[in-house]
């Protein structure tokens, strides 16, 4: 009977539902007719009453032996599909591996043992096939797969924790085939001769053509070597179409040929260096070309002798700018900035001038310089100033400016800087170029803002969208003095700089050279030759700049605790839970310089804001902006900082320690 109900609900399951009700009908239908026929008693009904019984024996017959054909069916079913899945876990090409709690290794299928070379014993745990393989089970997501590499091969894998399971799959081919995709992408680049008009102007034909020949026979052999093609498209300008896996292996060497034309190009006392931009990471290849253009503009913009490689929507990668930039910029396009300057102040009703968070007496200076522009140009400038922010020479300094009624109206805060802008108003950014780290970075918000770029630093990945004019000049000894060449071009009948305006821009270009002792050229004692001429005032600079005996007592405490990394880099750190105010931060850095054999200097430190910060120094050799760029911050190859957040001064002393380590290992 159990045999009859499985065999009806199987012959059930495997018919369509009209099908069903069409049987029920038929027997309904014929015990109806044998109850009529018994009902009359008459010999129709009789024989009506045989027929169907007859009619119900061969259905039920016919039923039964239909059911154990399919029940033959299903078991052989059954039977093929229990060996296909006994086989599957012996023969089909899939690694399957059982472990226990403790990793140890239970069961592997022969394919597991063909593929990895492994035949584990009972006492044997994963981590003996592969570490990777063991940290996945920690962190494994049951949904997801990873891939893994065990001698030269690749594998897809799963691991389900709750089973206690790893199923290996071996993707060496297509792994293959999606790495020699990724390293045949197309890569676009641009190649520039930092500085070759202005060593070409001076040279005669024949030492031009001899240069020309040079340069084009020794990035055409680099080229050729790295299977890239190169087009001089211009007198100091290459095109470059080049492969992905080529630009890689590049990478690992730090791009060479910028230290062969360097070098050469020195010895014949040409010192023509290169800057170059690659982009890669879409098949657009005209959107490609626009962002090796801007990665080349990035090279320049951070002083040239360069490569900076970036993949669409990722960070850029620099290479080079290990050598300190050379004074490159001329007074033709100091006049011209000043002019487009002028030009913008026209077509706005208010100017913002606003420096970096912390701002020194660089910040300080150029602001007031530019307020002074401003003013010669009939156009009103406020000033953005958080007074909490000073250090004590900037606030030594802003307590004289504030004897000046007609300056201290056009100085305001952060919060009254977001109140009075308009869509006409200009944003001029003084002493950097990064949005965040402005004094208010709130007021960048909104679309189609007026923003100008006035800068000394090398400049970062970061960079506001869109300016309406950059002027960043790393060779500049600071941006003072970058003004005060743009003061000298503007209208003469306007009422000239003032004393104290004169006297900060010119203490602005003290600090940042170091009295003159770092970074300077003849363009800064140009600068500063005029701003005597209108007034500024040494005497008060150096009041200002006085040092006090608790500034002197902490920087000495810091010094205290030197530490010589890589034999010349000089470390010195403060405790976790004093601050010290930056200014001597930075003051201990550059007394670090003057000790024997210390080459670079780095002086780390809780800031009055709740951040570590580090203060670098170099005497040239050292690049410390690289350094720093590696921990987030920036600056000049000998003088750069940075400021990390939810750190310690230890962690932060760990990390420094890491990077200058690996740095000395690369060269």
């Given at each position: 009977?159990?045999?009859?109900?499985?065999?009806?609900?199987?012959?059930?399951?495997?018919?369509?539902?009209?099908?069903?009700?069409?049987?029920?009908?038929?027997?309904?239908?014929?015990?109806?007719?044998?109850?009529?026929?018994?009902?009359?008693?008459?010999?129709?009904?009789?024989?009506?009453?045989?027929?169907?019984?007859?009619?119900?024996?061969?259905?039920?017959?016919?039923?039964?032996?239909?059911?154990?054909?399919?029940?033959?069916?299903?078991?052989?079913?059954?039977?093929?599909?229990?060996?296909?899945?006994?086989?599957?876990?012996?023969?089909?090409?899939?690694?399957?591996?059982?472990?226990?709690?403790?990793?140890?290794?239970?069961?592997?299928?022969?394919?597991?043992v063909e593929e990895t070379g492994f035949?584990?014993?009972?006492?044997?745990?994963?981590?003996?096939?592969?570490?990777?393989?063991?940290?996945?089970?920690?962190?494994?997501?049951?949904?997801?797969?990873?891939?893994?590499?065990?001698?030269?091969?690749?594998?897809?894998?799963?691991?389900?924790?709750?089973?206690?399971?790893?199923?290996?799959?071996?993707?060496?081919?297509?792994?293959?085939?999606?790495?020699?995709?990724?390293?045949?992408?197309?890569?676009?680049?641009?190649?520039?001769?930092?500085?070759?008009?202005?060593?070409?102007?001076?040279?005669?034909?024949?030492?031009?053509?001899?240069?020309?020949?040079?340069?084009?026979?020794?990035?055409?052999?680099?080229?050729?070597?790295?299977?890239?093609?190169?087009?001089?498209?211009?007198?100091?300008?290459?095109?470059?179409?080049?492969?992905?896996?080529?630009?890689?292996?590049?990478?690992?060497?730090?791009?060479?040929?910028?230290?062969?034309?360097?070098?050469?190009?020195?010895?014949?006392?040409?010192?023509?260096?290169?800057?170059?931009?690659?982009?890669?990471?879409?098949?657009?290849?005209?959107?490609?070309?626009?962002?090796?253009?801007?990665?080349?503009?990035?090279?320049?913009?951070?002083?040239?002798?360069?490569?900076?490689?970036?993949?669409?929507?990722?960070?850029?990668?620099?290479?080079?700018?290990?050598?300190?930039?050379?004074?490159?910029?001329?007074?033709?396009?100091?006049?011209?900035?000043?002019?487009?300057?002028?030009?913008?102040?026209?077509?706005?009703?208010?100017?913002?001038?606003?420096?970096?968070?912390?701002?020194?007496?660089?910040?300080?200076?150029?602001?007031?310089?530019?307020?002074?522009?401003?003013?010669?140009?009939?156009?009103?400038?406020?000033?953005?100033?958080?007074?909490?922010?000073?250090?004590?020479?900037?606030?030594?300094?802003?307590?004289?400016?504030?004897?000046?009624?007609?300056?201290?109206?056009?100085?305001?805060?952060?919060?009254?800087?977001?109140?009075?802008?308009?869509?006409?108003?200009?944003?001029?950014?003084?002493?950097?170029?990064?949005?965040?780290?402005?004094?208010?970075?709130?007021?960048?918000?909104?679309?189609?803002?007026?923003?100008?770029?006035?800068?000394?630093?090398?400049?970062?990945?970061?960079?506001?969208?869109?300016?309406?004019?950059?002027?960043?000049?790393?060779?500049?000894?600071?941006?003072?003095?970058?003004?005060?060449?743009?003061?000298?071009?503007?209208p003469k009948n306007k009422k000239a700089?003032?004393?104290?305006?004169?006297?900060?821009?010119?203490?602005?270009?003290?600090?940042?050279?170091?009295?003159?002792?770092?970074?300077?050229?003849?363009?800064?004692?140009?600068?500063?030759?005029?701003?005597?001429?209108?007034?500024?005032?040494?005497?008060?600079?150096?009041?200002?700049?006085?040092?006090?005996?608790?500034?002197?007592?902490?920087?000495?405490?810091?010094?205290?605790?030197?530490?010589?990394?890589?034999?010349?880099?000089?470390?010195?750190?403060?405790?976790?839970?004093?601050?010290?105010?930056?200014?001597?931060?930075?003051?201990?850095?550059?007394?670090?310089?003057?000790?024997?054999?210390?080459?670079?200097?780095?002086?780390?430190?809780?800031?009055?804001?709740?951040?570590?910060?580090?203060?670098?120094?170099?005497?040239?050799?050292?690049?410390?902006?690289?350094?720093?760029?590696?921990?987030?911050?920036?600056?000049?190859?000998?003088?750069?900082?940075?400021?990390?957040?939810?750190?310690?001064?230890?962690?932060?002393?760990?990390?420094?320690?890491?990077?200058?380590?690996?740095?000395?290992?690369?060269?």
């Amino acid at each position: 009977m159990k045999k009859i109900k499985a065999n009806l609900k199987f012959f059930l399951s495997r018919v369509d539902h009209s099908t069903q009700l069409t049987a029920v009908s038929l027997i309904v239908m014929l015990f109806s007719i044998l109850i009529v026929g018994l009902i009359h008693g008459s010999a129709a009904g009789y024989i009506q009453a045989i027929l169907v019984i007859i009619s119900l024996i061969l259905f039920v017959y016919l039923f039964l032996l239909l059911g154990e054909k399919a029940g033959k069916y299903t078991n052989n079913l059954q039977y093929r599909i229990d060996r296909g899945t006994d086989n599957s876990f012996v023969e089909y090409p899939l690694g399957i591996l059982l472990y226990d709690t403790d990793k140890q290794i239970q069961w592997v299928n022969p394919y597991f043992v063909e593929e990895t070379g492994f035949n584990p014993s009972n006492s044997m745990t994963i981590g003996d096939v592969s570490a990777k393989l063991a940290s996945m089970i920690d962190d494994a997501n049951p949904t997801g797969n990873q891939t893994i590499q065990i001698d030269d091969k690749y594998y897809l894998v799963q691991v389900q924790t709750e089973l206690k399971v790893i199923y290996l799959m071996d993707i060496t081919h297509y792994s293959k085939i999606e790495k020699r995709y990724e390293e045949n992408r197309s890569v676009i680049g641009q190649v520039y001769l930092d500085n070759y008009a202005e060593i070409t102007q001076s040279m005669s034909d024949r030492d031009v053509s001899n240069l020309d020949n040079y340069i084009t026979n020794e990035l055409s052999n680099w080229a050729s070597e790295q299977q890239m093609f190169l087009k001089r498209i211009d007198d100091d300008h290459f095109f470059i179409m080049a492969y992905t896996g080529r630009i890689f292996e590049m990478e690992k060497t730090g791009f060479k040929i910028l230290d062969i034309i360097r070098e050469y190009t020195s010895q014949q006392n040409v010192p023509l260096t290169l800057s170059m931009g690659f982009s890669y990471g879409v098949d657009d290849l005209h959107k490609l070309n626009d962002e090796a253009q801007k990665n080349l503009n990035l090279a320049l913009g951070r002083g040239g002798d360069q490569v900076v490689v970036k993949e669409i929507g990722e960070k850029a990668r620099f290479y080079g700018g290990n050598t300190d930039p050379m004074e490159k910029r001329t007074r033709v396009r100091a006049r011209m900035i000043s002019e487009a300057l002028q030009e913008l102040l026209k077509d706005s009703d208010q100017v913002i001038v606003m420096g970096h968070s912390h701002p020194d007496m660089d910040v300080l200076g150029s602001s007031l310089g530019i307020r002074r522009i401003s003013m010669m140009n009939n156009t009103p400038c406020k000033i953005v100033i958080n007074p909490n922010t000073l250090h004590s020479d900037v606030s030594r300094l802003l307590g004289m400016i504030d004897e000046d009624p007609s300056i201290k109206k056009d100085i305001i805060s952060p919060e009254e800087s977001e109140t009075i802008k308009t869509p006409r108003t200009l944003i001029v950014m003084v002493d950097h170029s990064k949005q965040s780290i402005s004094i208010n970075p709130d007021l960048f918000n909104g679309d189609n803002n007026k923003v100008v770029v006035i800068d000394h630093h090398r400049r970062g990945e970061e960079f506001p969208e869109n300016p309406m004019l950059i002027y960043i000049e790393p060779y500049a000894s600071s941006t003072s003095e970058l003004i005060t060449e743009m003061l000298e071009y503007q209208p003469k009948n306007k009422k000239a700089i003032e004393k104290i305006e004169a006297t900060a821009l010119l203490a602005g270009i003290t600090v940042d050279t170091k009295s003159f002792s770092l970074r300077t050229g003849t363009r800064t004692f140009d600068a500063a030759s005029y701003l005597r001429s209108v007034g500024a005032d040494e005497t008060v600079i150096q009041n200002v700049l006085k040092e006090n005996i608790d500034s002197f007592i902490q920087k000495s405490h810091l010094i205290e605790t030197i530490t010589m990394v890589n034999g010349n880099m000089a470390v010195c750190f403060g405790e976790e839970d004093q601050s010290y105010d930056p200014v001597i931060v930075a003051q201990a850095a550059d007394t670090l310089l003057s000790l024997d054999n210390v080459e670079a200097s780095f002086v780390i430190s809780k800031r009055p804001d709740g951040r570590v910060g580090i203060s670098a120094r170099s005497l040239g050799n050292v690049n410390v902006q690289v350094i720093m760029e590696k921990l987030g911050g920036g600056g000049h190859l000998s003088d750069a900082a940075t400021q990390i957040s939810d750190s310690t001064v230890e962690d932060v002393k760990n990390q420094l320690v890491d990077v200058l380590t690996e740095s000395n290992k690369k060269n």
